[in-house]
T-cell receptor, first 118, second 112 residues
């Protein structure tokens, strides 16, 4: 089974530019999450999709961030325009649909996309 | 406001020793407490998890101790090995649609 795939693995952009991060979850996983870790700090929740619907986007920092999940499959996270404080590692994670089993408790993470804004 | 507080930030242990990482939380609605292990260049991966109705869970050399009244839980790695060197994150799940809150991570270095 393929894992969660994220790309690019590393992106270096200048302040004011736009970056789009992509996540391909495990096939069949309804839940898709975006998290961010700023250096040395906690892995912070950004938002949660259930299929193509945004279940919770309370962690999105501001309206410069836009997440989409086309057809309930892959997801993109766009930052426009990027600011210095957006630098960090962006993780995507997925989990199965919540049901009788405990599978929905287990988040499978991608390797992350490291964003550096200069 | 950080929902889960983790300490220490870094830890150096000799091979064969015991590694202990501590976490504390405030929200009594949290209902599931996993630990994740992350190696360089990889994403965090589930290591072991516990529910609040259990005080201890052991899987091989890894044990979670859970103190519900103190709102604290800890990871113990017995007979620590160099291969255990990684960053460890504690986490807690809120009861609304599987929202997870993570600690700030502990970088463990096990010296041979």
């Amino acid at each position: 089974e393929a894992g969660v795939t994220q790309f690019p693995s590393h992106s270096v952009i200048e302040k004011g530019q736009t970056v789009t991060l992509r996540c391909d979850p495990i096939s069949g996983h309804d839940n898709l999450y975006w998290y961010r870790r700023v250096m040395g700090k906690e892995i912070k929740f950004l938002l949660h999709f259930v299929k193509e619907s945004k279940q919770d986007e309370s962690g999105m920092p501001n309206n410069r961030f836009l997440a989409e999940r086309t057809g309930g499959t892959y997801s993109t996270l766009k930052v426009q325009p990027a600011e210095l404080e957006d630098s960090g590692v962006y993780f995507c994670a997925s989990s199965p649909r919540q049901g009788i089993g405990s599978g929905a408790n287990v988040l499978t993470f991608g390797a992350g996309s490291r964003l550096t804004v200069l | 406001q950080q929902q889960v507080k983790q300490s220490p930030q870094s830890l150096i242990v000799q091979k064969g020793g015991i590694s202990i990482i501590n976490c504390a939380y405030e929200n009594t609605a949290f209902d599931y407490f996993p630990w994740y292990q992350q190696f360089p260049g990889k994403g965090p991966a589930l290591l072991i998890a516990i529910r609040p109705d259990v005080s201890e869970k052991k899987e091989g050399r890894f044990t979670i101790s859970f103190n519900k009244s103190a709102k604290q839980f800890s990871l113990h790695i017995m007979d620590s090995q160099p291969g255990d060197s990684a960053t460890y994150f504690c986490a807690a799940r809120g009861n609304n649609f599987n929202k997870f809150y993570f600690g700030s991570g502990t970088k463990l270095n096990v010296k041979p």
